[in-house]
């Protein structure tokens, strides 16, 4: 059961890191300073933070699958992120 939490936690990290970066682009495409240097700093922050995790918790039964969990929760999170953005511009 904790494996289980343990990739939810990674796939929601890669969700919310995808969501997080695409408003960060948007940011610096409108030229705010201050929120762009704001999300930077967060994305640098769980990036580095999810890749210290994996690294060490590398394990041949559960790294692999850490990273396509992280992976496939940036997808999702990129997919949300721009949905998210066409509906605001609405």
């Not at 699958?65 to 066409?86: D, E, M, P, Q």
Request: proline share 1%.
């Amino acid at each position: 059961m904790q494996n289980f939490w343990m990739y939810m936690i990674y796939f929601g990290a890669g969700v919310l890191q995808d969501i997080v970066i695409t408003f960060y682009y948007r940011f610096v495409a409108d030229k705010k300073a201050g929120l762009s240097a704001t999300l930077s700093f967060i994305t640098t922050l769980i990036n580095l933070t999810i890749l210290y995790g994996i690294l060490t918790n590398l394990t041949p039964d559960s790294g692999f699958w850490l990273i396509i969990t992280y992976a496939f929760g940036n997808g999702v999170g990129a997919y949300l992120a721009v949905r998210f953005s066409r509906l605001s511009k609405n």
